[in-house]
């Protein structure tokens, strides 16, 4: 176990996933959001990712696109959100140093609601709390795998628009199915990571996280886009390659244990501890994250002391991730 005095910092966490059920309901119930369920209890089993309902990536994103991003599609609601997962994540593990992560087109109900209004109004919930806990935050804008280049171009503009008000990069997520990294587009996505980098934006990109982009992803984005980390990026293990230039590179891994459990990305705990100790051994560096704290019923000290207590990672190698994390994040 970590010194609960030592304070931690968590870089890939998703706001869609990271807001507690009973704050969700509120928000739901203010906005006159109509539900399929009726009572509260429901209702935390319909936002909560439960081994025996989620068996891939795609149930694990599908509570995400049909229930909590659609609850928090309102300025007020992205606002609550973003202030009430800052003040958990410090309260629950010490975690004084966060990236968040959402896609604000998702959160404006098909263009119904203003961007820059859903845009705003995360930055004041960010500000809120980080004066109220004294912690360090940053916004990511997700991409979407599913949206049109023309919406991410968009995306990526506003970014830029708000790089000096706490936005601090961009990312790309979504479905591996729609494998853009490994697709004809992939150079016109190279353009827009070389645009965020010249703006001063932190890149990142969802990929080799399941078997449909696997090795084979990593390396293309490695190639291709340059990112600073990946996200997830398990699947590089499986590649001498993929393994030889992240560590050149120096692109750091976000590694989210829990969630590559409950998504089935790794059979168990002897499989991810395999794939860490050879991240490990070729001089990959990675980080300790979340993902999804509510989702998946974790905070980051849970996730340090799954992988403490299963002996996948020692105390030094643990206080190494946390070290990481302090250099690799996209804050100033």
């Known amino acids: 176990m970590l010194d609960p005095e030592i304070e931690l910092g968590d870089l890939h966490i998703h706001v869609g996933a990271a807001v507690a059920p009973h704050i969700l309901w509120s928000i739901a119930h203010e906005q006159g959001f109509k539900l399929p369920v009726q009572t509260y209890w429901e209702f935390c089993e319909l936002v909560?990712?439960?081994?025996?309902?989620?068996?891939?990536?795609?149930?694990?994103?599908?509570?995400?696109?049909?229930?909590?991003?659609?609850?928090?599609?309102?300025?007020?609601?992205?606002?609550?959100?973003?202030?009430?997962?800052?003040?958990?994540?410090?309260?629950?593990?010490?975690?004084?140093?966060i990236e968040l992560r959402f896609n604000p087109m998702k959160r404006n109900l098909g263009g119904e609601?203003?961007?820059?209004?859903?845009?705003?109004?995360?930055?004041?919930?960010?500000?809120?709390?980080?004066?109220?806990?004294?912690?360090?935050?940053?916004?990511?804008?997700?991409?979407?795998?599913?949206?049109a280049y023309d919406l991410n171009e968009i995306l990526l503009k506003k970014a830029i628009k708000y790089r000096h008000r706490g936005v601090v990069g961009i990312d790309l997520a979504g479905p591996e199915i729609n494998a853009i990294e490994l697709g004809p587009e992939v150079d016109a996505y190279a353009d827009l990571f070389a645009r965020a980098r010249a703006a001063g934006l932190g890149t990142t990109v969802h990929t080799g996280e399941t078997p449909l982009t696997g090795p084979a992803g990593v390396i293309s984005v490695l190639d291709r886009w340059q990112p600073s980390r990946i996200g997830h990026g398990i699947a590089a293990a499986h590649s001498e390659e993929a393994l030889r230039k992240l560590a050149e590179r120096g692109t750091v891994l976000e590694i989210c244990p829990s969630s590559n459990l409950r998504t089935r990305v790794v059979s168990g705990l002897e499989e991810l501890g395999s794939k860490l100790r050879l991240f490990g051994a070729h001089g990959v560096p990675f980080t300790i994250n979340t993902d999804g704290p509510y989702l998946l019923n974790t905070h980051l000290r849970q996730e340090f002391d799954l992988l403490l207590g299963a002996g996948i990672l020692t105390e030094a190698q643990a206080l190494a991730c946390v070290a990481t994390a302090e250099k690799a994040t996209f804050i100033s």
């Open 48 to 97: 909560t990712a439960r081994e025996d309902k989620v068996h891939s990536q795609d149930d694990y994103l599908a509570i995400l696109h049909q229930w909590t991003e659609k609850i928090q599609s309102s300025p007020a609601a992205i606002e609550r959100s973003i202030h009430e997962i800052i003040g958990k994540e410090f309260r629950s593990s010490r975690v004084s140093l």
């Open 113 to 147: 609601r203003d961007l820059d209004h859903i845009i705003h109004a995360a930055l004041r919930g960010m500000d809120r709390a980080c004066l109220e806990y004294g912690t360090k935050v940053g916004l990511i804008f997700c991409l979407a795998r599913e949206f």
